[in-house]
């Protein structure tokens, strides 16, 4: 994945449990970079050792690493220099989501070789939707989980988020379930 991803695991170890943890995570991870170059890809093995090792050195589920991970995205993007661009994706949560796959498009003109995921939505009422997830990645489930919580909350919402259907149950494709708490 490119660097930028990285980039913002490094930022969330270090903000969170300091520079000391980063470089332990990197030593476990056998990760010998010292900076990650934010519009150059690197290989998805060294984002995959990278929130594998933060899990084995701050004690914490991979899942739960990869969920921190999702919420934490949003606010790093946007501080990045793409808060305009989520800005423009509307003004709730479906729209925003249906918007995504346009604008990882879009995205592909400053990162060329981007393998993006696919996003879909249905089944939206007042209190819930259902969102579609298409990847050629394994794994990244509850990286979407925490997304989608902080996406919910652009938007003033607070939402539960719960896988429905999963590749590892046999579907092809995974679907969450967004409740809203606050309805
Ligand atoms: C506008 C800001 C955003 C930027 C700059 C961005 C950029 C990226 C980049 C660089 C990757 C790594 C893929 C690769 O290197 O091949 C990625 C992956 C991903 N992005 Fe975005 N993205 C943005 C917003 C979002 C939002 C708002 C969501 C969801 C709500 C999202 C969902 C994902 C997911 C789930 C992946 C993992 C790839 C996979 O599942 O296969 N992105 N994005």
Redesign the pocket.
Known sequence: ??G??NRAVEDLVTNKFGPDAWAEVKSRAGVDIGMFVAMS?YPDAVTYSLVGAASEVLGLPAEQVLEAF?EY??QY??R?G?GE??DL?GNDLPT??AE?DD??ER?KLS?P?????S?SVSDVTDASLVVH?R???AG?AP??VG??R??AARFGRTAEVTVTRSRDDGHDHEEFLVRYLDA
Do not use: K, N, Q, T
């Open positions: 994945m490119y930028l991803v890809p999702g995205w949003m993007s946007a990045e793409y661009l989520l994706m925003f989501l995504l604008v990882h995205l990162f070789d981007l393998v993006p995921p996003m997830y990847s050629d990645r990244l990286f979407v997304l989608l902080a996406a």
